[in-house]
């Protein structure tokens, strides 16, 4: 069974930045491309980055393009949210998630397995 834990949420000043980790277990994350999604009250579920099985590939939503970083370490089963210059609209609920079976998607569709989540929160 597959499990992933988020790691790295907290309360920050906007400008600040944030590490946002997902440690995966039961299965290896090298086979597949993962991603980042999150979720703001009262909205719908939104993709921010993706990364290919490799690293070599990535995607990234256009409000966190330029401040965002995704990486992944294959050795560790670990893939990074690097977020810098925060804005008090990227508070929500940050969630990892590990594609079923595609070396690199961005359909949320394709992301068979997810975590718990971990809380953002960015104050003015």
């Known amino acids: 069974q597959v499990q992933l834990v988020e790691s790295g949420g907290g309360l920050v000043q906007a400008g600040g930045s944030l590490r946002l980790s997902c440690a995966a277990s039961?299965?290896?994350?090298?086979?597949?491309?993962m991603g980042w999604f999150r979720q703001a009250p009262g909205k719908e579920r939104e993709r921010v980055a993706c990364?290919?099985?490799?690293?070599?590939?990535?995607y990234y939503a256009d409000p966190v393009k330029g401040r965002f970083t995704i990486s992944r370490d294959n050795a560790k089963n670990t893939v990074y949210l690097q977020m810098n210059s925060l804005k008090p609209e990227d508070t929500a609920v940050y969630y990892c998630?590990?594609?079923?079976?595609?070396?690199?998607?961005?359909?949320?569709?394709?992301?068979?397995?997810w975590g718990q989540g971990t809380q953002v929160t960015v104050s003015s």
């Open positions: 998630a590990l594609a079923g079976g595609y070396a690199y998607t961005v359909s949320v569709d394709h992301y068979a397995y």
């Open positions: 039961g299965r290896t994350v090298s086979s597949n491309a």
């Open positions: 990364i290919s099985r490799s690293g070599g590939t990535t």
